[in-house]
């Protein structure tokens, strides 16, 4: 909380703090679901640099929380936020942290309108129809696209900022380390279009093999998201989504906006006809993949640079909001599900309409 400074004597109170082991990181003040009295317990600052535990009552609405097991099927357990909460928590990096999960927030909520607009389409409940939907639809896509493309220059700022004082495992690439990029594009990209290779990001940076493969794995993705998010913002076209049809099973656009076709993501149920695909694939691929990408940088850097201790061992963090029930339904779509919005056997099909 801003405006606060607790006194570190006072971490104790928390149940998930080891005073020992924080070797300079700053611990978020979070909420810990007991599972074994049903309740949240959780503390509040106070302006003498205290803390005191709340009696009774409130839970968290949007926010992270530890428990050994979630409070609700709909609380996402994201490993890379676990990761950089409970052992890579230092000041130089506590705000882009913040910043990631706010993000996180975000495009839970830019799905979650992609459903309700739905319900306001002619697809949806007449009841509650609103003329030109789709442009709502297509402003929210845009959104997403930029979102998770910013993501990625969000795990790269975490990157630069630890990797300026981590010690590698292997002490003689300690002595050759060089300063990584701020922006993600130059670790992944050389020129306009060129994947960098492994190697060349040992010899130039000397990043330990597993972490300069992190980056060539994530490349090919994020070159074609980088690829639609300039086609989203530079005025749609042929592979843009200028264009949103509504449908009795959800939002669609026309096929030449296949994108990712190189990842092979398109399912034959996907087709609404000849002409028209489903969006919510290409949708649920893009918040994913990028979550996926920070979850396995997480992995990389756990294997081969050096940090303290886990705060919390007995603990997971899981991220509970508003809407990420709407996440865990793109997740579906993403591990391979029904990518429509309404399941096509309780659909009529008729012509799809531009909103």
């Known amino acids: ?53 709340m009696k009774a009552g409130g839970e968290p609405a949007e926010a992270d929380y530890l428990g050994r097991v979630a409070e609700s099927e709909t609380d996402l357990d994201i490993p890379f936020l676990d990761f950089m909460h409970k052992r890579a928590c230092w000041p130089r990096v506590r705000h882009w942290i913040s910043s990631l999960r706010d993000d ?28 030109g939907v789709s442009r709502f639809v297509v402003t929210e896509v845009e959104y997403i696209f930029v979102v998770c493309r910013s993501l990625f220059d969000i795990l790269q700022e975490i990157v630069a900022r630890l990797w300026q004082t981590i010690r590698l495992h292997d002490e003689t690439a300690n002595s050759r380390k060089r300063a990584l990029k701020k922006s993600f594009r130059p670790m992944v990209l050389s020129g306009r279009e060129e994947l960098i290779t492994a190697a060349q990001l040992i010899e130039k940076f000397a990043l330990p093999e597993q972490l300069a493969r992190f980056y060539c794995d994530a490349g090919p993705f994020f070159r074609e998201l980088m690829h639609y998010r300039d086609s989203v913002i530079h005025g749609g076209g042929r592979d843009g989504v200028d264009l949103v049809l509504a449908t009795p099973r959800g939002f669609g656009v026309f096929k030449p906006f296949r994108a990712f076709e190189s990842f092979g993501i398109w399912k034959p149920d996907d087709d609404y006809n000849e002409n028209v695909v489903a969006l919510q694939r290409a949708v649920a691929f893009a918040v994913w993949r990028t979550i996926e990408t920070c979850n396995e940088f997480a992995a990389a850097v756990s294997r081969t640079i050096e940090f303290p201790p886990d705060m919390a061992p007995e603990y997971r963090l899981f991220v509970r909001g508003y809407h990420t029930d709407a996440l865990i339904r793109a997740r579906r779509v993403y591990e391979g599900g029904n990518a429509w919005l309404r399941d096509p056997a309780l659909a009529a099909d008729p012509a799809p309409s531009e909103e």
């Open 1 to 53: 909380m801003s405006g606060f400074t607790i006194a570190q004597k006072e971490l104790a109170k928390l149940p998930y703090v080891k005073l020992d082991e924080l070797q300079g990181r700053v611990p978020f003040l979070l909420s810990v679901w007991d599972d074994t009295a049903s309740r949240f317990r959780m503390w509040l600052p106070n302006t003498k640099g205290g803390l005191m535990e």
């Open 104 to 131: 996180i927030h975000n495009l839970a909520a830019s799905l979650a309108k992609i459903e309700h607009f739905f319900e306001c389409s002619e697809g949806g409940d007449d009841a509650k129809h609103i003329p």
